[in-house]
């Protein structure tokens, strides 16, 4: 939606609606930010990333307007309001309207201005101290109706809002940009065009007036009726503690309640889930009022509502129990800081939600899993390929051929049936195939042939490469498709290049001898070679920081390391020397990664954004905006349509390249993910966290489908075998696992009503998954790669204990 530009004020009213967040083009007249790219509200300390930019084809980067979430707007899908709660929240009820009703007259919107009056029962005078006759703008009616058809349904009025979940819209609009007149008492105060969320802003909404002391009779009142509430309703109702704690504890903070505060924390901290401890650190350090502006987690809980999925038999019980007991503090908490995602049928047993809760945020709305994600390949190009006749026998001989052998000489069979589920071919744009491209396709067709086929009775060999004498300074591995060679990223900013065949790394030679070259020879390409530059190692200088990503360009020419010095860079493989530094992230980027089709890549960082970026391009094409924290591993889709993000705040994203649009929230490990792998075939992701839990992922349907436990440490690393029958995992714990991935993907029920309700039951059958565990002698495997014949390699640096 179109910004609502004025003299003093910018405003945009972005609406979250059933879908996922959508992106905001960027306008006309944006500044651009370093290096052109642009610039989003969620930093370090900002607001959990509720505005994003994506520009054009083209390219040009924009700054995306700050989000600041209006204090108290309930949304339509807001939890009713008990009989007794009208009068408790008056006063922030009308403070909200107030504001709003400002916005709409400096907008010149009478008409809607109004209609909330008369809906809301409010003198004219109440607001009439503080307006300011602005433009009238096309698109401020269209927000203006929006904000009303949420207002009225918090205004102390007879209309009821529904339950949560079940109303068109489940988010509260959201209102970036300044004020222009004074602040007045019990008004929404001037807010600052900044890179995040004005703080006294958020924090109003905390501005509750409750009585301190009473706030653990209230939580323990709760915890008493649900935990001697039924079997089948408890379980789901206990996921309410935790959310309704850090609430209840940061509402008393705000108001200054410390020894209050104290005392909540200490009594319920340890009833809350093993796997929130590190958020409940973090917020046992907020104790005073001044700890929590500017505090990038206290924000997160205030601008993302959390989501609660539960049965409707469940949440009227909670209803009915608050309503009973005039409850009021908690269930505006309930209103006004939770999304509960209602859904009919039997309520979920322990197991089903302890699979999918965890995250910074709650579980996924059901809602943000349901758009259409083509997850089907892309029809290979057609490429004449010269088979002699040994080829043929050998094939022959093995029987049937595996998954990509059918794209030898007649990629008709196979790809000339385009599969039902791939995006268009020209969906986006991807670059054409050079003499070289189709050189190493064949290359690799023909490699294909003696592929190994793997399978529970027929296990890879594994090569594993020990980095020594790293003094634990190895932060980024990569392996080209041709496994000829290995990149390493050190925390002393280098990034070496070693080749691991018999065939040394060359540099061009210098311009004055390049000119001697006949150009028209059959071998130019290797008399452009220096010889005297020969060597197994070439160390690239560039970095003033630990590079944390490599990434080698498919055609082996280029390579790519991101690092804490906030930049990306683009490496030449031919010189030996960097080409492009690509400025956009402002902290550490952490992970990047080339598109499989080449030019398009895919950086992110500490920003806890995702740029997509092209090699030509100094600024992003796309800025993934979402994630509540760290971007901590990227990876691209095999059909280089959609790029996968594993993040600090639990959750892995799946976002749409075409229009930055994210269509899957995948949530339900305990700990931050570091590492993402799609399945050749491209309809499943596997994903491994901090928790050392691997978890496997249907993208067609937006579910969980199977969990792999046996790590004891960190996931570092994931990889499909090329036919996709085997999952290797590399961990912290100094081991490779190999998982029967075939077995992992049969017999999945994702009938309807599995993905209408999210009742997924995982089968306990790690054990049976596992084929074989591989131990280093003091070696974290740090990255795996699967060689054209399904020959495994790992790699990392020799850690002596």
């Known amino acids: 939606m179109a910004a609502l530009a004025e003299e003093q004020t910018e405003v945009a009213v972005k609406l979250e609606a059933e879908g996922p967040p959508t992106l905001l083009p960027p306008q006309a007249g944006d500044a651009a930010g370093e290096g052109g790219g642009g610039t989003t509200n969620n930093g370090p300390n900002g607001g959990g990333g509720n505005a994003a930019a994506a520009s054009s084809a083209g390219g040009d980067g924009g700054t995306p307007k700050p989000s600041v979430a209006v204090p108290a707007v309930a949304p339509a899908g807001a939890a009713p309001v008990p009989a007794a709660a009208p009068e408790a929240g008056a006063p922030h009820d009308r403070q909200t309207l107030l504001a709003v009703l400002q916005f709409l007259r400096q907008s010149n919107l009478r008409e809607a201005e109004e209609a909330l009056r008369r809906e809301a029962r409010l003198l004219e005078e109440a607001a009439a101290g503080c307006s300011a006759p602005g433009e009238a703008d096309g698109a401020g009616a269209e927000a203006a109706s929006a904000l009303l058809s949420r207002v009225t349904a918090s205004a102390p009025g007879p209309a009821a809002p529904e339950p949560p979940g079940t109303g068109a819209s489940g988010a509260a609009a959201a209102v970036s940009g300044s004020a222009t007149c004074p602040a007045a008492p019990g008004k929404v105060g001037s807010v600052a065009v900044e890179d995040q969320p004005d703080v006294s802003a958020v924090l109003s909404a905390y501005n509750q007036q409750g009585d301190p002391t009473m706030y653990e009779e209230y939580y323990s009142g709760l915890k008493h009726f649900i935990e001697c509430s039924l079997d089948c309703h408890r379980a789901e109702l206990s996921q309410l503690f935790y959310p309704l704690f850090v609430h209840m504890y940061l509402e008393l903070v705000y108001n200054q309640?410390?020894?209050?505060?104290?005392?909540?924390?200490?009594?319920?901290?340890?009833?809350?889930?093993?796997?929130?401890?590190?958020?409940?650190?973090?917020?046992?350090?907020?104790?005073?009022?001044?700890?929590?502006?500017?505090?990038?987690?206290?924000?997160?809980?205030?601008?993302?509502?959390f989501v609660l999925r539960i049965s409707r038999d469940s949440y009227q019980l909670l209803k009915r129990?608050?309503?009973?007991?005039?409850?009021?503090?908690?269930?505006?908490?309930?209103q006004e800081h939770l999304y509960i995602d209602i859904f009919d049928g039997m309520p979920r047993s322990k197991q089903q939600i302890d699979a999918m809760v965890g995250s910074l945020a709650g579980e996924a709305k059901r809602e943000a899993n349901k758009s259409k994600v083509f997850f089907g390949l892309l029809k290979e190009p057609e490429i004449e390929v010269p088979l002699d006749d040994e080829d043929e026998e050998g094939e022959n001989e093995e029987g049937k051929p595996k998954k990509k052998k059918p794209k030898k000489d007649s990629i008709g069979s196979k790809s000339k049936k385009q599969d039902p589920n791939a995006p268009p071919q020209n969906r986006i744009p991807l670059p054409e195939l050079k003499d070289s491209d189709k050189l190493d396709k064949i290359m690799n067709m023909k490699e294909t042939?003696?592929?190994?086929?793997?399978?529970?009775?027929?296990?890879?060999?594994?090569?594993?490469?020990?980095?020594?004498?790293?003094?634990?300074?190895?932060?980024?591995?990569?392996?080209?498709?041709?496994?000829?060679?290995?990149?390493?990223?050190?925390?002393?900013?280098?990034?070496?290049?070693?080749?691991?065949?018999?065939?040394?790394?060359?540099?061009?030679?210098?311009a004055a001898d390049l000119s001697l070259i006949d150009k028209e020879s059959d071998d130019v390409l290797e008399r452009i070679m220096d010889e005297k530059t020969a060597s197994e190692l070439k160390i690239l200088y560039g970095?003033?920081?630990?590079?944390?990503?490599?990434?080698?360009?498919?055609?082996?020419?280029?390579?790519?390391?991101?690092?804490e010095d906030g930049t990306v860079r683009l490496w030449s493989l031919q010189t030996f020397t960097c080409l492009v530094g690509y400025k956009g992230h402002n902290y550490?980027?952490?992970?990047?990664?080339?598109?499989?089709?080449?030019?398009?890549?895919?950086?992110?960082?500490?920003?806890?954004?995702?740029?997509?970026?092209?090699?030509?391009?100094?600024?992003?094409?796309?800025?993934?905006?979402?994630?509540?924290?760290?971007?901590?591993?990227?990876r691209f889709h095999p059909n280089s349509n959609y790029v996968a993000t594993g993040s600090a705040d639990r959750t892995v994203r799946l976002w749409d390249v075409l229009n930055g649009n994210c269509v899957r929230i995948f949530t339900g490990h305990k700990g931050p993910i570091h590492s993402l792998t799609f399945?050749?075939?491209?309809?499943?992701?596997?994903?491994?966290?901090?928790?050392?839990?691997?978890?496997?992922?249907?993208?067609?349907?937006?579910?969980?489908?199977?969990?792999?436990?046996?790590?004891?440490?960190?996931?570092?690393?994931?990889?499909?075998?090329?036919?996709?029958?085997?999952?290797?995992?590399g961990s912290m714990d100094n081991t490779v696992r190999l998982w029967d991935a075939v077995k992992a993907f049969e017999d999945l029920e994702t009938d309807d009503?599995?993905?209408?309700?999210?009742?997924?039951?995982?089968?306990?059958?790690?054990?049976?998954?596992?084929?074989?565990?591989?131990?280093?002698?003091?070696?974290?495997?740090?990255?795996?790669?699967?060689?054209?014949?399904?020959?495994?390699?790992?790699?990392?640096?020799?850690?002596?204990?």
């Open 449 to 510: 042939t003696k592929r190994v086929r793997l399978g529970p009775d027929c296990l890879p060999s594994i090569c594993f490469y020990t980095f020594l004498n790293a003094y634990q300074g190895l932060t980024a591995v990569d392996v080209t498709d041709d496994s000829s060679l290995i990149a390493g990223g050190f925390a002393d900013s280098t990034v070496r290049v070693w080749s691991v065949t018999p065939k040394k790394l060359r540099s061009v030679k210098q």
């Open 257 to 305: 309640h410390e020894n209050e505060a104290k005392s909540f924390f200490e009594k319920f901290h340890g009833d809350q889930e093993c796997y929130y401890q590190d958020d409940l650190r973090v917020l046992s350090s907020l104790t005073k009022k001044e700890h929590m502006k500017g505090n990038e987690t206290m924000l997160d809980f205030r601008t993302s509502k």
């Open 753 to 801: 009503f599995t993905t209408a309700t999210g009742h997924i039951t995982l089968p306990e059958n790690s054990q049976e998954l596992l084929l074989g565990t591989y131990m280093t002698k003091s070696t974290p495997v740090v990255h795996l790669h699967f060689t054209r014949r399904n020959l495994v390699l790992a790699a990392g640096a020799y850690s002596p204990q």
């Open 679 to 729: 399945s050749p075939n491209g309809r499943f992701l596997a994903t491994g966290a901090t928790d050392g839990r691997v978890l496997l992922w249907d993208i067609g349907h937006g579910l969980m489908v199977g969990e792999l436990k046996g790590h004891t440490d960190t996931v570092c690393s994931l990889r499909f075998s090329r036919d996709g029958e085997i999952l290797a995992s």
């Open 321 to 334: 129990h608050l309503q009973e007991k005039q409850n009021n503090q908690i269930w505006n908490i309930v």
């Open 588 to 634: 550490p980027v952490w992970d990047t990664q080339f598109s499989p089709y080449g030019y398009y890549f895919v950086s992110g960082g500490h920003d806890r954004v995702a740029r997509l970026w092209a090699t030509d391009h100094y600024q992003p094409l796309r800025i993934f905006a979402g994630h509540l924290a760290d971007v901590n591993c990227t």
């Open 543 to 563: 970095h003033s920081g630990p590079v944390y990503g490599a990434s080698f360009s498919p055609d082996r020419n280029y390579l790519l390391s991101s690092s």
